[in-house]
Structure formats: C-alpha cells, structure tokens
C-alpha cells in the first residue's frame, strides 16, 4: 500500500527538552525524518524508502505526461490531476479514477501518426485485388482519394456503405487502409442502447471508461486511422 501523508512537522535540531520530547513521541507514532528537520507523519508507520517509492511514481507519471506531447489544455488538465493524485491516499474512492483518467490519457496517440501517402494506382490496384465487381463503389472511393491527395487539409465527407450483409461493406474499408497506408479500426454499434457507450461515461461512476471510439483510437495506436463505425442500422435493437 502506498503511503499517506497527513501532516508534515519542520521542528530545528537545536536540541532542547520540549523538542527532545517532540522527537520521541513522533517516532513512537511512526513518524519519519525525511531532511533536516522535517518530519512527516504517515496514516501508518512507513519507512523513508516508501516515501521516496511514491516520489519516483509520481515522477513517472510527469515524465510520461511529458513525453506524450498532449495539447496544451488536455496537458494542463493531466497535470492537475497529477497534483491531485500525489496528495491523495491509495483507499480513497477517487484514487483509482484519477490514475486510471491519467494511464488513459498518456497512452492515447496525441502524436503518432500513420503514413498519408495516396497512390490512386496503387489503391485502384489493391480494391481490385479484395473485391470482384462492385465498380461503382470502387470508382467513388478512388475519386475520393483523389480529393483527398489534392486536398490534404480540406474536410472529408464520410463514406457511407449500405447493403445486405456479407457484401463487403467492412473490407472495403479495410482496403481503403490498407491502400493509403493506414491502420484500420472497426466500432461496432449494433445493440448499443446507452450514448455513453459511444461518447464515454462520466468520470464520477465506478469503472468509468472513455467510448468505443477512443478505446479503438488506443488500440490502433494513431489518431490518423480510418475508423468504421459498422452496424449502424442496428444501433438500439437488441430486445429492450
């Protein structure tokens, strides 16, 4: 268990009888000298190793905030919460919700990009390859491309699959990514009820998580994939 520090004592080492007293009643509560003259006072007897551990811990947790290069609010954000952390006790109810608020937010790719190359030939190559006929499709996911290679900083409209099932609809975007370069990421929506599920809990509940689009943007590793939102039609079916 991780230390608490309740109440910290700075008393000289000027040796009189009132703080000789001082002394030996501290260390009989368990009580640690931590530098001169300070003293700290845990829930708990702790040793001066414990108190260094949780230092480093909380070390590590700025050198990672650090080293993910988030934005400057989410950054500022992560860093009050750090703050919050290190003076809070291992068995309150918030701790374990803001440590698990921090891993999320330093393991999200803030920075990692996937490549962005667009060769038309290439993709019209590989679509080909995946998938037999379907030439109308294919023809708009190339001018798509095409757009998007002329245009890298212009907004991109969604694509939009129907059909019945086993026609391809997911391996086309497979492909898509597998021919600009990009990982590829699927959500799949059909029977969720709940909103939170998409967007993400609110931090105050127990076992709070963020939505399935930023647990897939972790898993893929890069904010720069081509995410499939599948099973759209069966958004809140499911018998309820």
Request: glycine fraction near 8%.
């Amino acid at each position: 268990m991780k230390p608490w520090l309740m109440l910290v004592y700075k008393i000289p080492r000027e040796p009189t009888a009132g703080r000789v007293y001082i002394w030996r009643k501290l260390k009989q509560v368990g009580a640690v000298l931590l530098q001169d003259a300070v003293w700290v006072l845990p829930a708990t007897p702790r040793t001066k190793e414990q108190f260094q551990w949780l230092s480093a811990e909380i070390a590590e947790l700025e050198r990672l905030i650090t080293e993910a290069k988030m934005p400057e609010e989410v950054d500022k954000q992560a860093r009050k919460e750090l703050k919050r952390l290190e003076r809070m006790p291992e068995g309150a109810g918030e701790y374990s919700m803001i440590r698990t608020y921090l891993d999320w937010l330093i393991e999200l790719p803030w920075t990692a990009d996937a490549g962005d190359a667009i060769d038309i030939a290439e993709a019209r190559r590989i679509l080909d390859a995946d998938h037999y006929g379907l030439d109308k499709i294919k023809r708009r996911i190339l001018e798509y491309l095409a757009v998007k290679k002329l245009n890298p900083s212009g907004k991109s409209p969604i694509l939009c699959f129907a059909g019945p099932p086993g026609v391809g609809k997911t391996s086309l975007g497979q492909s898509i990514a597998k021919a600009t370069g990009r990982k590829f990421a699927r959500v799949s929506l059909g029977g969720v009820h709940d909103e939170a599920e998409i967007r993400g809990h609110r931090r105050t509940y127990i076992g709070a998580l963020p939505g399935n689009i930023i647990q897939s943007l972790r898993k893929a590793g890069t904010h720069n994939c081509v995410l499939m939102l599948d099973e759209v039609d069966k958004l809140g079916a499911g018998g309820f």
